[in-house]
């Protein structure tokens, strides 16, 4: 098999996977607010702090292990760590699917996060596998197969939804599982092994990760700007079932059905797309796109007063999904095969990060202007108004960044200097 066709094989096993993996986390957005409520013998509206913390823990603990996992995967090579975290999260489903209580709930969610780290590994293995030609135009296609998860996932989900609460999470555990060997069967290696570097305790951990990113000079804002994305993000992750049922009146299935127009546009625009975007306009010039994308989309899910609207703003809130693969691209040129995964299980970890505190800070808001809502619907969107801010901040401190001398592949500051220096 020439280089070539195992890039190509290995492109498309991967984006499988992410797929299948989307598909599994879509079935169950539509019933998991109600499954909330009905373990913690309360009412939707009451169980928002309860669903924080459900989010919250999965967060934290990918948050703790992504990095764990991406240095991991540069030690023993992608393909062992990838078909453990597929394996862990279908055997995690299972038990999320029998949880008799909230706190069972909980726990199968802290245990969803630590084994989520497929992402991590994929996006290292398609790093591995990329040239400086394609990389951010397969950073986009990631986005493109999660989208076409959610195509299925949570249409899927609104419909077996009807046969049962944990119905959903009982088909996401076969999904997984049946990932998990397929790849056990087809999946190649991508880090030779006289490419791989001994694995460091210091450097996989969050506060060993974080100190990692000063070696990537000006470039090491964009990590902070890729937090404020995703940080601003969570307004529309944390609050898509309760906005759209309080402001709309909309059930599961048309939370399943929304949803899956949503991944149509994000896998018709990053995948059909985002390649052609940034070969126009330059990775820079795409995330500039996509960050002005951003806070349009932000702001206007928050002002407009009918449900049908939502549709209309789906385009190009898919369109921002650039951002992403543009940044990651950026960064991603600069860094050895080696370290790779360390890298990508920086940005998970930051991810992950946004997710713990962006719920909190979102659902907050959200509770707290209910009543404002109440007397005029333009307040429920009030958290997305903040979230707005937010991108505002990211686009500036991203423009800064892009007038900074980036560093090369090669020219990173060595990790023995990074004692000597100033953040």
Known sequence: MTTQ?????????????????SIGLGIIIPS????????????????TNYYSLILIMYA??????????????DRFGRRPILLMSVCGLGIDYIFMCFAPDIWWLVVGRGLAGMFGASFTTAAAYIADISTDENRAQNFGMIGAAFGVGFIV???????VATWGLRAPFAIA????????????????????????????WKRANPLGAI????RYAANKYLFLVMFLVLFSNMAVHALWNYYTDKKFGWDKLDVGISLAVVGVCIGVVQGGFSGKIVRKLGEKGAATLGMVV???????????????????????????GIIDPSIRSIVSAQTESNEQGELQGIFTSMMSFAEIIGPLLMLWIYGKTLKLGDANPIFYGTAFYVAAGIVLIGFFLMRWAFTKRTVKKGELVPEEELVDQEY
């Open 5 to 21: 066709q195992f890039s190509k094989n290995a492109l498309i096993f991967v984006l499988i996977t992410i797929c299948l993996d």
């Open 32 to 47: 998991l607010p109600d499954l909330v409520a009905e373990t913690a013998h309360v009412s939707k509206d009451a169980s």
């Open 60 to 73: 934290f603990m990918q948050f703790l292990f992504s990095p764990l996992v991406g240095n991991l995967s």
């Open 153 to 159: 996932g949570p249409a899927i989900g609104g419909l």
């Open 173 to 200: 555990a076969v999904l997984s599982l049946v990932n998990f060997v397929y790849g056990l069967l087809v999946l190649k290696e991508s880090l030779p092994a006289d490419q791989r570097r001994k694995f460091d």
């Open 211 to 214: 100190k990692q990113i000063r």
């Open 294 to 320: 951003l806070f349009l989309v932000t702001a206007g899910i928050g002002l407009i007063p009918y449900g049908w609207m939502m549709y209309a703003i789906i385009i190009p809130y898919a369109l921002s």
